[in-house]
């Protein structure tokens, strides 16, 4: 079909914008030119595919088919996002997927990504036999695949090669207004970004010149005046009152005692008794509390009234670190007040946190820590319990009474149970006459006192310390604080000896499997062969593990790697190690067992392999034993033979067991 030339220059008229646009693009910075969208984008793009079709409809005023065809943009999920034309979409499908629509243009240009025109005959979707439909693909600039279709219906027999030049010209068009777009998205997002983080930047000079500020101060009527100056130069329309629990009289009238029964007070109320920052209402007015909370505690609530003056998340991570700042700048001011009453205690804590950072072995520390604190406190008992959330229980890891060592209690149970819930420390006078939990340490060691403190870790409860004593009124309230203090370093101690076990456990673990690494079986294998009179050793490769990934993707082929070391795990004896040698192979190592018991091993987890994984695959493996009447006994002997059979059993067509 031949085109009126008008048409034609038309088409060149807008080709020529689509150029003017490259041309701008080109004169951004090359770092935003040569930004593009990821196939991760797709799901998101649809809004932004809309409101470039919608330019490109504005741009393209007198386009031949806009009087009379209809055009319409289509995702690569097959979603019509826009559509333009004098007939707008006339009743065509609101899905261009195959079995909605049936066989079109379009879903032949989004998945041969090439140009497309379907015959009205050849459609089957009512709408659209009477027909032609066109499409043409719209690929990223860089990266190349494909973010969108522009299809065309045209009447039955009115579309050509000719037609299809033109709606190539309309992708080309478009597809400059969705880069434009996408680059003006992206300037706003980094320059958005630049602000906020000289903002940001800002704020932390004057935050660091706050604390300095602060930190110089030794007394709390100086620290506060400080807080105060501070917030009424950076929110001078914000009225700021700060509420104290303790009995402590300021010269400050912003200074308030904390009222708990007080109506007014409900918030500043929940925020002390959970130590988080709390708010309430809505629109101009604002009402927020900050607790005022050192290491030791939380000592008051700092509330904010905000009226009509901006005050957004950056301005609330200010004041939620200016507060946490001065609380420990007041608790320093408070303890500097006590510091003749407290030397010799720092100094019997400093002696202690040494002697429990000297061995990172959990046993070892929390060993340490019971005895020390039985003799700090002269107590008859102590027990230090574990927290396991996975498990929902408290467990007995430390005490000096043997029978009750690692029983365990539920989360919700006994004082653990209320430490869990405050994450704050008990003292008890007296458990016959105050019972207000019931105790199984306490009677089973008919203990009357008690000073317990949770361990914390970064805010949350790791575990707990009980230490009791058969005597009534036996602990001070300095006992009760000083165990504060103790329980702090005690909890990092047991932490850190958790934290050196699990990286020792993960040193020596595949992280996908979780079978042994390779170099930990060579050093068991080696360490068992010093000792003991035979071993042997099974290694175990998964068939066509290449061609499971290549057809099914590297996360099917993770999952055939867990399956399989799961079923190895469940087939073997506690005593056996199981590692994973390298890629698919794995590796089992069996002290002291025969050669026919180790081939029965073998074939067990061959033929669960085979029944069980999904997708289907098979094994192949290779077996080795070892004596001590062998010339040569070492490691690597050992794996030599059993490779050299797991070659074998592959030559024998896999999916078999073989003895090297």
Known sequence: MVQPRENLDSVRHH???????????????????????TEADLPYIHELLQKSFGDWVEQSEGFPWLSGWPIVLVHPDYA?????????????????????????????????????????????????????TLAVPIFSRSTGFVCAAIVCAAPAGAAGAGELKLLQAAALHIKSCLYRRFEHLFVESQLHASNRAKREDRRKDRLLEIMRRMNDHIDVENVLAEVFSSLEQ????????????????????????????HQDMDLCWRAFMDGEQREDGVGEYRRIAFPLAG??????????DLSAEPFDDLDMRFVSTLTSGAGTAFEKARMHEQANVLIGELRLINELTQRLNSSLRLSDTIQFAT??????????????MQLDMQLNHFSVISSNVPELNNDVFT????????MLATKEPIILSDY??????????????RSRSLIASPLLLNGEVIGAIMVTHRQPNHFSYENYKLLQVL?????????????????RRMVITDNLTGLYARHYLNERIQRKQEKDASGSLIVVDIDHFKKINDTYGHQVGDAILIQVSSIIRSAIRESDIAARWGGEELAIYLPQLSLDQTLKVAERIRSRVEEETAPKVTVSCGVSEWSAGDERISVESLFYRADMALYEAKHQGRNCVTVG
Request: one cysteine or more.
């Open 15 to 37: 080709h020529h914008a689509g150029v003017e646009l490259k041309r701008a693009t080109d004169d951004l910075p090359s770092w935003i030119a040569g930004q593009d969208l």
């Open 80 to 132: 019509e996002v826009a559509v333009a034309g004098a007939s707008a979409n006339a009743g065509l499908p609101a899905s261009w997927r195959l079995e909605a629509a049936g066989p079109t243009a379009a879903g032949m240009a989004l998945e041969s990504c090439r140009p497309a025109l379907m015959r009205a005959e050849e459609h089957v979707h009512p709408a659209l036999r009477s027909r032609d």
């Open 234 to 261: 950076m929110y001078p329309t914000c009225r700021t009152n700060l509420f104290l629990s303790q009995d402590y009289s300021s010269i400050n009238e912003r200074v308030q005692p904390l009222a708990f029964h």
């Open 295 to 304: 290491k030791q505690g939380v000592y008051g609530v700092l509330r904010l």
């Open 371 to 384: 005895s020390e604190l039985m003799s700090i406190f002269n107590a008859d008992f102590c027990f230090i």
């Open 411 to 418: 989360i919700d149970y006994g004082f653990c149970g209320v």
């Open 432 to 445: 016959h006459s105050a019972t207000p939990v019931r105790s199984r340490l306490l009677e089973s060691t």
């Open 487 to 503: 329980s702090a370093h005690i909890g990092l101690a047991v932490s850190n000896s958790s934290l050196h076990a699990e990286v």
